[in-house]
Each structure stands twice: as C-alpha cells, then as structure tokens.
C-alpha cells in the first residue's frame, strides 16, 4: 500500500492537535475537582495507573511491540518520563493547589516557547516565520495574562506552573532528540509506567497510605477521567503527534489548550477571566492558528 503523503500526514497530525487540545483543556478543571478532596501524590497514583493501563491496551490492541532496544533506550525512557510524566503531574497539581486554575493552564502553557528554544539549540529546528510570528504572539499574549499577577510578586503556584511548561517542553524535545530504539506508542506507555512507579515512591515518603473515605463522586469521576482520557488518551495522541511533526510545530499546536482549560473551567468552576485574560486568550488563539496554517518550511518526519 503506498505510503501517505506529507500534506496526509500532517493533516492528520493536525487533526489530532485538535482532539489533544479539546481533552486537556477538560483535564485542568478536571484535575482541580479532583485535588479538592483527594491529595496530589494519591490523585496522580490513581489517575496514572489508570493512563498506564489504558496506554497499555493500547498496545495489546494495535498488536505493537512491548519491547524497547536496549539498556541505553531503557535509560532514555527513565529520563523522558521523569520530565514528561512526573515533572509535568506533580508541579501542575501541587500549582493548582495554590494559584487560579486558569492562571495555571495559562502559565503551564509557557512550554510552546521553551520547547521551541530548546529544539532549536538542541534539535537544529530553524524558526521560520509563521514560527517567529507564533513566538511572538505567544510571548504577547503570556505576558500580557502574567503582567497583573507579577505586580506584587510572584506566587509559588505560579512558579510552579511556568516550571510545569519547563519540564514539558524538555521531555518532549529529549524525546525528539534520544531517537529511543521503540514503538513510539510502546515508549510513551513505558514512560507513564516509570512515572507511576516514581509517584508511588513519593506517596509512600509523603503522603503515606492514602484514605479515600471523605472523596466523593465528583472527584472520582475526575480523577478516573483524567487517568483514562487526560493521560491515557491523550499521551497516545500526544507521542503520535511528535513523531508525524517538528517538536516545535507540535509543541505550538496545543496553544488552544490553555483556551479551551480556561472556558472550561469557567463554565464547570465558576472562574470568570478577566480582561487581560481576554486579550492573552486572543493572541494565543492567534499563534495556533499561525502553526496551523500549511507549512512552507521543510517536509515532517514520516511516521513510524
């Protein structure tokens, strides 16, 4: 059968740009119902179990390979998912519990513009200009949301959500990088599964044995959903993006995230933007749209 073409596959990538965004922008309120009423290390043991698993059916259904290289591709997995999977659950949940959960998603979404520095240092991925335009609309419109929040100093929950971009965008851009000797599917499985061994670590040094008898419905449906379609879900969208686009290109795509978060979060929470958030929500609208547009600048990977 013939091989689809780039302008194929990167219509279809897009397209799953637009399924990743709608589902974690859900996840962030989701994740909020959640930590109100189960503690971070035992809603993220709970929530990556259930991704894991799901990830993991996955792989049995589609038939791939559950075996990686070897010991070096073992090694890159272990560091992936120390910054894809336990940097990025742990800052963004203790940061929820401390800051606005739309400042959080909005903040956490810095990640677009370390991503693309580091690809570029790391990865030699050129900035064109819809790029540069992207950056630039990008840094506009997080600067315009941080501005009111940073005049009587930064809070800790905010730190910790721009720190959640940070690691993010490194694991993405090491994914690019490692080239790891796997079924990209199979990768991302394996690093949920190293993250969920790592968070059960510090729940037992934390937290403890965990109790459950105070958390009501609402919190187990979140949770459950966002184990099963937050990280399961969308991690195999997530790993299937990176490998069809530019870790730039991918990385600039879900800037609709932290949009479709804050009206979400709006709508189930009650927490109303404000005016800067308006226009910021503006520009980052602005900036998908310029990486959305067809590329000009050279051809994506083929998928594996």
Not at 13 to 19: D, I, P, R, S, T
Not at 105 to 119: D, H, N, Q, V
Not at 234 to 251: D, E, H, N, P, V
């Amino acid at each position: 059968m013939q091989a689809p073409s780039h302008d194929t596959t990167d219509a279809t990538a897009k397209l799953m740009l637009v399924a990743l965004s709608i589902v974690w922008g859900l996840t962030w309120p989701a994740m909020r119902i959640a930590l109100s009423e189960i503690p971070p290390f035992s809603m993220r043991m709970i929530s990556l179990s259930l991704g894991t698993a799901t990830l993991f059916a996955i792989v049995a259904l589609q038939r791939r390979k559950f075996a990686l290289g070897g010991l070096k591709d073992w090694a890159h997995v272990a560091i992936a998912a120390v910054l894809n999977i336990v940097g990025f659950t742990m800052l963004s949940a203790f940061a929820l519990m401390m800051a606005a959960t739309s400042r959080v998603t909005i903040l956490s979404y810095t990640m677009p513009i370390w991503a693309a520095l580091f690809a570029h240092v790391v990865l030699g991925e050129r900035l064109d200009r819809a790029r540069v335009l992207a950056l630039a609309l990008c840094v506009a419109g997080m600067a315009i949301l941080i501005w009111p929040l940073a005049q009587h100093g930064v809070p800790a929950g905010l730190m910790l959500a721009v720190a959640t971009g940070v690691s993010w965008a490194a694991g993405t851009v090491y994914v690019k990088w490692a080239q790891i000797d796997g079924d990209q599917i199979t990768v991302a499985a394996w690093q949920l599964a190293v993250g969920f061994l790592i968070i059960v670590i510090g729940l037992v040094l934390v937290e403890g044995v965990p109790h459950f008898e105070r958390v009501h419905a609402p919190a187990w449906v979140s949770t459950i959903f966002t184990g099963i379609v937050g990280s399961g879900f969308a991690y195999f969208l997530w790993f299937k993006i990176i490998g069809r686009l530019s870790a730039m290109t991918a990385s600039l795509g879900v800037l609709s995230v932290p949009v479709i978060g804050v009206l979400a979060t709006a709508l189930i929470l009650g927490e109303l933007p404000t005016l800067p958030d308006v226009i910021g929500f503006a520009l980052i609208f602005a900036a998908s749209a310029c990486v959305l547009l067809p590329a000009r600048d050279a051809a994506a990977p083929e998928p594996s």
